[in-house]
């Protein structure tokens, strides 16, 4: 990767330790996201170049299949712990320019393989969607968490069945994961970001033999405060109420 490529992943992650600082409070977690996606636009924005209207030979169009691409694909893997992982890598990848899939990785010192989320794409893409999509699981985690440990406690003691701190835990990360999903989305009609040809052609190919594992169901809960919860991070991601700022790094 060129100096440039290099410089927006150094402020991406400047970024998203400035979220993690602050402990992802407020809207920091999205925003940061955000800020992200819009650094991930510009880089692809300045790589643009206009078109040169010069014969191309054959030879030369096989040059460029086996060559560039290859050389400026990447497969980049991320952390994947819990089904709703699966969810926000499907946010996040489209909106970073990329596909996903799911791997195994084992490392030396481990006895069996992990599941992973893998994201493919240019590989600028592809590392800041990792880096995105670490940041916002590990804010959810958090955030979620906090949010049912405290419904936990504030449903202590009242007759009935309660959720437990799972499903209560699940049924917001999902509405967490709609409100960021709706944030990336428009965002990314704002900014004309699509996932390139490029990357839709590899990735075709790639995934031929691909096998379709189902993601097991989770179980909710219908406690109101979790739903309420729900549809305003469904609304606004992290409890964001002001418009995202543009960042400089």
Known sequence: MDTTHNDMLEQIKKILLMSQLNGFAGEDAVNAALAAQR??????????KPPAYVRVTAEDRAIIK??????RLASVGATWTSEWNSS??????????CEYYFGRSQKAD????RKVVRFFGQ???????????EHLVE????CGNEFAQTRIYELDGQVGDCASQAELFN????GFIEGVKDRLDQQAWELSIYVPQMVQRAYAKISQDFASVPIREVRRTNDQA???ARRSCSRAGLGASKPAHRLNA
Do not use: I, S
Request: aromatic content about 6%.
């Open 39 to 48: 650094l991930v636009a510009d880089n692809a924005a300045a790589q643009r």
């Open 66 to 71: 086996t060559g560039m691409e290859e050389t």
């Open 88 to 97: 926000l890598a499907a946010a996040v990848a489209p909106n970073f320019r």
């Open 110 to 113: 481990e006895c069996r393989p």
């Open 123 to 133: 590989k600028t893409d592809a590392l800041a969607a990792k880096l995105v999509y």
């Open 139 to 142: 804010a959810a985690t958090k």
């Open 171 to 174: 049924t917001w990360v999902h």
């Open 226 to 228: 979790v739903l309420n």
